[in-house]
């Protein structure tokens, strides 16, 4: 997987920052595999840069707990846990249905149709099968409704959780079997806003992260068993 990576240079950002953000990319897109070593030598000559960056990069995302040190191996992707997974969900859960009933008071006629607009996107995104553009799709109708809430600490805070979700989702869209039910829970999510029903909403917001939740477990033991 790693013979996939570049880096995209940025003028106005720091070579080890560049190298981190790529790095980081790889994880949490799935490119780099849970479990997967990262050689320093080997990602130096792929991405064109001396060892130091790398070093860097490996050491924040470390912190980050994207990345685990293993005696006598080092680095590899750390692995997606059922754990790491319940936590991040949690928290989620709680703000999305916070965002929806927020959005159901604040949210404007413009940011109405784009979000209907993003919940036909991601139905047309499921058809591609391409998990990439599904995984795009979903975040964009996301993010409308967070953004209708006007609350920055919120939008920053769901904003740094969504990184850390970005992982999870390519997890539970793998599965296919849950497309269908996908599109139907942002209907009744977008539905629910239009007509300003903040219960509805809250609790369909809430459902939509449990059956995530179920469908990842789900792919995690599925895979685990493959491996």
């Known amino acids: 997987m790693q013979d996939h990576l570049q880096v995209k240079m940025d003028e106005f950002l720091p070579l080890r920052d560049v190298v981190f953000h790529t790095l980081r990319q790889a994880i949490l897109t799935g490119e780099l595999k849970p479990g997967e070593r990262l050689m320093e030598i ?28 293993i005696p006598r191996r080092g680095a590899e992707v750390a692995q997606i846990t059922e754990k790491s997974m319940n936590d991040v969900l949690e928290v989620r859960r709680a703000l999305d249905a916070l965002c929806a009933e927020l959005a159901c008071e604040r949210i ?28 795009q799709a979903d975040v964009a109708f996301h993010d409308i409704i967070v953004r209708a809430t006007g609350n920055q600490r919120l939008i920053q805070l769901v904003n740094n959780l969504s990184e850390q979700m970005y992982r999870y989702r390519f997890e539970y869209i793998k599965d296919s079997s849950q497309h269908e039910r996908l599109v139907e829970e942002h209907r009744i999510i977008y539905e629910s806003i239009v007509k300003k029903d903040k219960e509805t909403a809250s609790q369909a917001a809430k459902v939509h992260i449990d059956n995530q939740e179920k469908a ?12």
């Open 42 to 69: 080997h990602l130096a000559n792929k991405l064109g840069v001396s060892r130091t960056p790398i070093r860097e990069a490996i050491r924040k995302l470390e912190l980050e707990g994207l990345v685990t040190m």
């Open 108 to 135: 404007t006629e413009e940011e109405l149709a784009q979000l209907e607009k993003a919940a036909a996107s991601f139905e047309a995104a499921v058809k591609t099968k391409d998990l990439k553009k599904i995984v």
């Open 216 to 227: 990842i477990i789900r792919q995690i033991r599925l895979d685990r068993q493959k491996s």
